[in-house]
């Protein structure tokens, strides 16, 4: 029997994001987002505030500025997440176009109040490793063991969306952040120790510097490294990709399921 899984198309509505084709402004955004769905995407997740190591952070208004445009222009059928970790986004947001996923790079520790206004709101919930700061992430990289580490900040996260009453939500490692390119690997090799939550979990690789600096290349010329690594993840227990290329998503999760059907 196939595995279900879903496709999460990128769509920055930055000027700095570290993947040049992925960014998007009012003008193209929309048919972007289009294009994504009809290639298979589930959801569609919009940036307006990057995310990348080394990142300055914009003010919630800038962000905003950003990202209400867009909204205004979805249709009711468009499925969306929005990737932010600011509570007061979320809230202006459900206000304009009802539910929709929220991927909080943080787990809510960057937004005062953020997990509070997703359990009242009743919105389903990506929970991200990260330590620090996008901007400060890359100097906090110290763990005694990275796996055990990253399962034990889900442990006391699972505790903290219970109390604050979200009964939905995903886990994303957070591969890329706070993490080097060794330990990227080592819980890339034992994502499967994750699944002890219960959660679906959600593998954001896609062009990342953990993919294309092993191999010397460009984040434009790593797409068949990410397919690759994105096999990997389906293989130790991923249900979630978030991707920049839908189609070739698609594909690997298609020959994924080829492959475990016939085992």
Request: one cysteine or more; hydrophobic letters at 45%.
């Amino acid at each position: 029997m196939d595995r279900k899984i879903h496709i999460m198309g990128i769509v920055n509505l930055t000027e700095d994001s570290f993947y040049a084709a992925s960014r998007a402004d009012v003008s193209t955004a929309l048919a972007r987002i289009r294009r994504m769905q009809a290639e298979g995407a589930d959801l569609v997740d919009l940036g307006a505030c990057s995310t990348r190591p080394g990142a300055a952070q914009p003010s919630l208004e800038e962000e905003w500025a950003r990202l209400e445009p867009v909204l205004r222009q979805l249709s009711a059928e468009s499925a969306v997440s929005i990737d932010t970790y600011r509570s007061e986004i979320v809230r202006r947001a459900y206000d304009l176009i009802g539910p929709f996923m929220v991927n909080d790079i943080s787990a809510g520790a960057l937004g005062p109040s953020m997990l509070e206004t997703v359990g009242e709101l009743g919105l389903p919930y990506v929970a991200m490793h990260m330590r620090g700061t996008p901007e400060t992430m890359q100097q906090q990289t110290a763990y005694q063991d990275i796996v055990a580490d990253v399962k034990a900040y889900f442990e006391a996260f699972a505790a903290r969306a219970e109390a604050a009453g979200i009964r939905e939500w995903l886990l994303d490692p957070g591969f890329g952040f706070a993490k080097t390119l060794e330990q990227n690997y080592r819980l890339l090799n034992r994502l499967d120790a994750l699944t002890v939550f219960g959660k679906p979990i959600l593998v954001g690789v896609s062009r990342k510097s953990m993919v294309y600096k092993p191999l010397g290349i460009t984040p434009e010329e790593a797409l068949p490294a990410t397919q690759v690594v994105q096999f990997a993840a389906l293989e130790r227990g991923a249900t979630w990709l978030r991707v920049h290329d839908v189609p070739e998503a698609v594909q690997t999760a298609r020959l994924f399921n080829q492959t475990i059907n016939n085992r």
